[in-house]
């Protein structure tokens, strides 16, 4: 996958635009909005410092954020195209004022041809690098609040662990029953990370080895002693075969890692469709 870099002054002409794909259909979606902050924390851009970038556009000609971006290298463009596409087709209504401003921008500033279904997979499956960001390891880019990790991963070990439905506790305590969950620099190349739940106890390969899949998540909050992941992303796979995107987003996922400072202490993954939460403890 490609590696990309973008100047700050690249990233306000994108948003500029970005801001204008928003705007072209009168409207505005929360998932639109969503969009725009996933894609700026890609690139190291906080939410906050979105909002300063989005008001900064408001003082830039539009022709010069054309010109930005038809410079841009080939590998630079197919992400606008993507992007711009992927941001037209998330609220789930494609307007013929949206479509009509994506061939207007490709014209002008020679992007590459594409259409919406290759945008949406472009995007879930871009790869990530920010050369102004240096990596850090996996346990300190946690704690850290970093979504770009160096190479490597952490294991937590629970012996214990306790599920949840609906806030409530079921099934009861599960003691002695061991569960390892896997943290690592995200296995595709992608922002952020790669989470599993897998049983050592089990046999490699066989029903139950895996009680939870890989999944890529990255950091949406810190705090003092914990760390907030969601999964982001599709299954391009299921989508493929026809799986609908709200089932097959990696959004119904998430994890809780509470820490010393240290080491990890416990997680709680959290099944967010389904309002289940397991937690894994040491007892």
């Known amino acids: 996958m490609e590696h990309l870099h973008f100047s700050k002054d690249d990233m306000v002409a994108i948003i500029h635009l970005a801001k204008m794909m928003v705007a072209a259909d009168g409207k505005v979606h929360p998932n639109e909005g969503k969009l725009m902050k996933d894609e700026s924390l890609r690139f190291g851009i906080s939410p906050i410092e979105l909002a300063r970038l989005i008001e900064q556009t408001s003082h830039v000609k539009a022709e010069n954020s054309l010109a930005r971006i038809a410079a841009m ?7 606008v195209t993507a992007y711009l596409g992927a941001l037209m087709a998330v609220d789930g209504d494609i307007n013929d004022k949206e479509m009509a401003l994506w061939s207007f921008v490709s014209l002008i500033c020679g992007l590459p041809t594409m259409n919406i279904a290759d945008a949406i997979v472009y995007i879930t499956t871009l790869d990530y690098s920010n050369e102004d960001n240096p990596k850090i390891g996996i346990f300190q880019s946690l704690i850290q609040g970093s979504n770009n990790p160096s190479e490597g991963s952490i294991t937590f070990s629970s ?12 099934r009861g305590e599960q003691n002695g029953c061991h569960r390892d ?12 990370y790669s989470v599993s739940v897998k049983n050592p106890d089990a046999i490699p390969g066989s029903w139950g080895a895996t009680p939870m899949g890989t999944k890529p998540m990255k950091i949406i909050s810190t705090g003092k002693d914990k760390v907030e992941l969601r999964g982001y992303g599709y299954d391009t796979t299921a989508v493929s075969m026809g799986v609908p995107m709200s089932d097959a987003t990696f959004e119904n996922y998430g994890m809780t890692i509470h820490h010393n ?7 709680i993954i959290h099944l967010i469709e389904r309002n289940v939460d397991i937690d894994y403890y040491v007892k």
Request: charged share 25%.
């Open 73 to 79: 290298t080939d590998s630079q463009k197919k992400y």
């Open 159 to 170: 012996n214990t662990h306790q599920r949840y439905e609906n806030g409530m506790p079921t």
């Open 181 to 192: 969950i896997v943290i690592e620099k995200n296995i595709s190349g992608n922002i952020g």
């Open 261 to 267: 400072g240290s080491e990890v202490t416990k997680c």
